[in-house]
Structure formats: C-alpha cells, structure tokens
C-alpha cells in the first residue's frame, strides 16, 4: 500500500480490532515511515492515532481499538507528517479481530429465468439466507420464473423478495409501479424482502442522466417508490450503481439501498454509495457458484446483508411479536377471459364494508373505481378493449390484486 490511502471495515460494538505495519504482526515497514488514523466512517470525527510504536527502528504504527459502535470505520495510512506517495516501494498493512464474536454473514442470490429452474432446497442447504427474485421489467415483461421462485424458495425457508426492472426511459412511474404490483403484490409482505426498484442503465444504452437531469430522474424514482409504499404498507429499496447513486438527489437516501459492487469481498463495505451514508444489500458478485442453480455455474449474482440476523429479522418482519404488515382481502374474479362483464365476490363470511375496486389497463390508467359490494360486484366491461386488464380491492387492511384478459 502507498500512503494517503484509506481502507473501510465493519466493525461490531465491544469487538477487539488491531491494525499494523509491524513485521512481528506479518507487516511490512520498510519502505517509508507510515503513520494511521482511524475514524468513524459515518461521523467523519477521529477515534485515534498511530506513528511511532514497532517496527523497523520503531517506526511503523499500532492501532489497538475496542469498537464503541457497530458500523464502518476508516483507516488512513500517511507518511510522517501526514504526507502521501505513489508508487514503489511499498508497505503492507494487517488486520485482526483480537477478541470478540465473529459477525456471521448472511449471504443471498439474486435471480431471474436466465438461472432456469432452481433447486431451492439446495441452495439453503448451501448456506444462503435470503434470493432476490425478478418480478417484471417496464409495463410489459414479466419474469416467466417469478412465481415459481417466490414459491419455491419460501417453500425452502428462505425469504425472497421481488425486484422491478425499471424502464423509465419508455414509461411513467405509475405505469411501471402499477405493473409490478400486479405481478408481485400477492408476494410483498412480513417473513419475504421489501420489494425492489432495479435503477439501471438501458441495456442497449445510452445512460439514464442523457434522458434526465438528476431532480427528473428522482421524481420518477420517487413516484414508484411512493406508489408501491402506498399499495402494500412496506417501504422498498433501490439497487443501484455508484453512478446513479451519486446521479441522483439525496432526498432518495431514506430508502434502503442494495448497491452494486461487483467483483469485490462480501468482508469489505462497498467504496462508493452516492448520496447514501449506509447500505442495506451489496451485490459483490455477477460470477457465482451456488448449488441448486445448476443452469449458469460461474454466472450467479452475490449478494450480502449488512448486518446481523437480529437486523435482518427487523428487516424483514418476520418476529413472533410482528403481524403482518399487509393483510390480503378475500375474493374472486369471473369468468377469465371476460366478455361484457366480471364478477368479483367476496368470499369472507363477515361482510366487508369500505373496500374499493379499481380496474386500470396495462398503461396503469384508471378506468373503474367503485365500492366492493357483499357479497357480489358485477361491473360491466362491455366497452373495454381487448386486453389484459388489473383489478385491485384496497382497503385499510390492504390490498389484493389480480388479472384478467377481455376477449
């Protein structure tokens, strides 16, 4: 390592840490005389100091330090006097936990129908913890092995979240959020992930900020974050890259953020999170080998939580004393296809009273509203177009969503 240099660790409240350019501790210091400083990642304010402790001549620096928090800190390396340098020679700095209880990593997936079928049994056994799993992408496409992921991997014990692929160089907001709820609505609830906004560059290019200014692309961002907030009572979270995550305005940072930081260690904090100051997932690789996903061996995105299995229960709502934070009314829809009209009953023994019904087009227009009549609704679709069509039933409890094709 040159000087003026820093390097980011997690750190765990209570836990022992040690840092050194000493040669008794596996170190190099003979090239220059090095100097640290450790701080708080987050607060930006210094915890300590080291120049002169060990090493060659007793020049290189030792840090010994009980964390006083859990979170990230960073450590500088400078030469004497605080200077920095480039290029040959160099030092080597080491690290250790000296005591303490090891922070386990919980480790997930991410996933889409490019992995195929998946053995979700194997990949639990295999240790991972969590699979993010694609849902849909703009207003058209929905991911021909959702459902069968969000089943199965729940089956399997693992919580499983659904992620939106956002298009909004083609689509409103509203469009795009509506659609994504239409797929994954049944599965955005306690014991499974938030739902996720994908925010990436268009595949075929150009980027994002030559279709928008930053505040542009915010509000599209916040639209669809407040739409599926409002649907399901659960906030989302972005993925995002460090370019879009600096592109856009810090107003966003009261989401979750799963960051992209490939080809890196699930062990180190990722090195640019925009207009965040934490991160809740980082994707450190798109090179995975995970069994039970057999079909892309070497090509499995990596994922990793940030922070411990009390954190991720919290995340997830998924504790004895935590309901549910969605509740699913009760009803059915015929006949599907539809001709001239549609039925929706309720199918509860306790009669409902103030939930509403919307039919909205794959566009996401409104095209009905009205009050869920016990136990039957008819509505009349004689003047629809042919198509695929959304209905949701939304009330205090919260809301079911379903589908259905006018002939």
């Known amino acids: 390592m040159n000087a003026d240099n820093y390097t980011l660790f997690n750190v765990t409240s209570g836990n022992v840490y040690e840092w050194s350019y000493c ?9 220059w005389d090095a100097q640290l400083t450790l701080s708080d990642n987050s607060a930006g304010t210094d915890l300590c100091f080291s120049d002169n402790s060990c090493g060659t001549t007793g020049n290189a620096p030792y840090i010994s330090w009980t964390a006083t928090f859990t979170g990230v800190v960073k450590l500088l390396t400078s030469q004497a006097g605080c200077a920095g340098n480039s290029g040959s020679p160099y030092n080597t700095l080491v690290w250790r936990m000296a005591n303490g209880t090891p922070s386990t990593q919980i480790l997930g997936v991410d996933v889409s129908s490019y992995e195929g079928a998946i053995n979700w049994n194997n990949v639990k056994a295999a240790g991972y913890k969590f699979a993010f799993a694609k849902a849909t992408e703009g207003v058209t496409i929905t991911d021909s092995y959702f459902v069968q992921n969000e ?16 298009r909004p160089e083609n689509n409103t907001a509203t469009a795009e959020a509506n659609y994504f709820l239409s797929v994954a609505g049944p599965y955005i609830k306690a014991c499974h992930l938030p739902p996720v906004l994908d925010l990436e560059d268009p595949p075929s290019g150009p980027s994002l900020s030559t279709y928008f200014t930053s505040s542009q692309l915010t509000a599209w961002v916040q639209t669809w974050m407040s739409a599926v907030q409002t649907a399901t009572g659960i906030a989302p979270i972005i993925y995002i890259g460090p370019s879009n995550a600096n592109y856009i305005n810090s107003s966003l940072n009261t989401y979750g953020l799963w960051i992209d930081d490939y080809n890196s260690s699930p062990a180190n904090p990722p090195p640019n999170i925009g207009v965040w100051t934490t991160w809740e997932f980082k994707q450190y690789s798109w090179t995975g080998t995970v069994p039970g996903i057999s079909s892309s061996p070497g090509a499995v995105d990596m994922d990793v939580f940030n922070g411990d299995s009390i954190a ?17 009314t009760n009803f059915i829809l015929y006949p599907n296809p539809a001709k001239s009209n549609i039925t929706i009953e309720y199918l509860s023994a306790q009669e409902v009273k103030g939930e509403i019904i919307s039919i909205l087009n794959m566009e996401g227009q409104q095209l009905v509203q009205s009050l869920l009549q016990y136990p039957k609704t008819e509505i009349n679709t004689s003047n629809f177009a042919k198509g695929i069509y959304i209905v949701k039933v939304m009330s205090e409890k919260g809301m079911e969503v379903k589908k259905f094709i006018k002939e």
Do not use: Q
């Not at 991720?312 to 699913?328: A, V």
């Open 23 to 31: 040669e008794a501790y596996g170190g190099v210091s003979t090239g």
């Open 312 to 328: 991720f229960n919290n995340l997830i709502g998924c504790t004895t004393d935590i309901t549910e934070k969605r509740t699913l």
């Open 151 to 166: 089943v199965n991997g729940t089956a399997a014990g693992l919580p499983i979240g659904a992620y939106h692929f956002g």
